[in-house]
């Protein structure tokens, strides 16, 4: 045997050892895979299987790989908007339309979404209401309800009653729409409300306004109850400030009026009120606060304060009034 055929036996001995620990090395899998694609012929017959594979590898790495691209540890930075306008310019028409019909597909809302859901039945909800559907509700026949009142007169007071009667009634029938009736036998006056009267406190009115001329007050003032809702009376007696009797009671009385009235007046003036003396009561017409100032002048007269006293507090207090108004 010559020198150059020991030297081929000996390189195909080394090149099969070499395969047999590939082989054993790899497995069973990449043996299989490299014989395939020897068969095939990816690659020469005479290199290895290891070599073959790195090939593989660096091949497909070179194909798949963007010089462009960074690498995978290097920061990831924000794309500027004009870089990604003119990406979408730059794109062609096709990938355009895709990418917004990615877009609608996305935006539009899902039946697995409540919120959106229940946003467009909030807008629902405000476009009815907005816009009623209904038809207005047909007017219906309200019952009418009669209602009866009546009010004693004083004997001091039929008199006056009988000479006012004509201007007491025309207010209660005309203004208020009201029946209205003098009972002679029982010495009252009847109140009655009609199909025609359309204000459900116009017989409260009415009393009152009847109650108020029999306690004293003139005509007009007592009107005024008619045409004013914020006006009140209140009534009280001297013995509930202080017990009096005798020529104490009359001093006291004699304190309110004062000479000529002109006590009392400066009271109604001051304080935008109506006082009527009648023996030991005392009433006062006027609005809830303007009561509350004439009642405390006329109890301070009572107790037995000075009149020039009072009439100072009177002053502080409308000075304080007409500062408000």
Known sequence: MSWEVVKVMRSENEEGQAHESSSMTLG???????????????????????????????AETVRTRDPTMP?????????????????????????????????????????????????????DMDASTSAPLFAPEAQTKTIHRMEERKVRVPPHRMSPLKANWSKIYPPLVEHLQLQVRMNLAKKAVELRTSPHTADNGAIQKGADFIEAFCLGFDLDDAIALLRLDDLY?????????????????????????????????AIENASRTRIVLADQKVHILGGFKNIHVAREAVVSLILGSPPGKVYGNLRTVSARMKERF
Do not use: C, W, Y
């Open 233 to 265: 009376i209140q009534s009280f007696e001297i013995k509930d400030v202080k017990q009096l009797n005798g020529e104490h009671l009359g001093r006291a009385v004699g304190r309110i009026a004062g000479k000529d009235g002109k006590t009392k007046f």
């Open 71 to 123: 690498a995978p540890t290097a920061l990831q930075r924000a794309a500027s908007p004009l870089a990604t306008e003119e990406a979408i310019h730059d794109a062609p028409q096709s990938a355009v339309d895709t990418n917004d019909d990615l877009l609608i597909t996305t935006s539009a809302p899902t039946s697995a979404d409540p919120v959106d859901q229940t946003a467009e039945g909030d807008v």
């Open 28 to 58: 069973p899998s990449f043996t299989s895979h490299g014989e395939k694609a020897r068969s095939a012929g990816l690659f020469p017959a005479d290199k290895t299987l290891a070599g073959n594979l790195l090939e593989m590898q660096t």
